[in-house]
């Protein structure tokens, strides 16, 4: 997770920006990204730096909605060595003129759980490549199966 935790979004200004960063202390596959801001959020931009100094694009939303907080998946898991630095930089419109402002007059925004409060936090799916994750059944599904085998039973 890249999270900025704080936030001090003065009033009438319509383009704060907030940055943060993290760096991978293993090698991991990305599969998706899950930014996440609140109602004067306008705009957020992450991507990763190699070790090597390659940089790789993971997601740019250039008009923020409220209503866009979901996870964005990758159609291919996007490697990344350990050693990459993941950056995020998000803008926020904490003025008048932003009609999705909940704040008439705008008053400072910080950090906070509610919806008229913000966040700065771009959550990231990954597996570290060193776990070798098996494609076996879950335990609990034997649970399931045995509840199953009676009901069947009791049908006939």
């Known amino acids: ?6 936030l001090a979004l003065d009033p009438g200004k319509s383009r704060i920006p907030v940055s943060a960063h993290t760096t991978l202390s293993e090698d991991v596959k990305l599969y998706g990204v899950a930014p996440h801001m609140q109602q004067v959020g306008k705009e957020m931009h992450v991507w990763a730096v190699t070790p090597e100094q390659k940089r790789i694009e993971l997601i740019w939303l ?5 209503n866009w907080q979901t996870d964005y998946s990758y159609r291919e898991p996007i490697k990344l060595p350990k050693g990459t630095r993941v950056e ?3 803008l926020y419109d904490n003025s008048e003129s ?4 909940p704040n008439r ?6 950090w906070g759980e509610q919806t008229t409060d913000e966040m700065c936090i771009a959550f990231l799916s990954y597996t570290i490549d060193r776990e070798k994750l ?3 059944a879950p335990a609990w599904q034997s649970c399931v199966e045995a509840t199953e085998k009676p009901q069947e039973s009791a049908r006939r």
């Open 98 to 101: 932003n009609p999705r402002n």
């Open 88 to 90: 995020m930089t998000a």
């Open 134 to 136: 098996s494609l076996q």
């Open 105 to 110: 007059p705008p008053k400072k925004i910080t």
């Open 62 to 66: 250039k008009d923020w909605d409220f």
């Open 1 to 6: 997770m890249v999270i900025q935790l704080g």
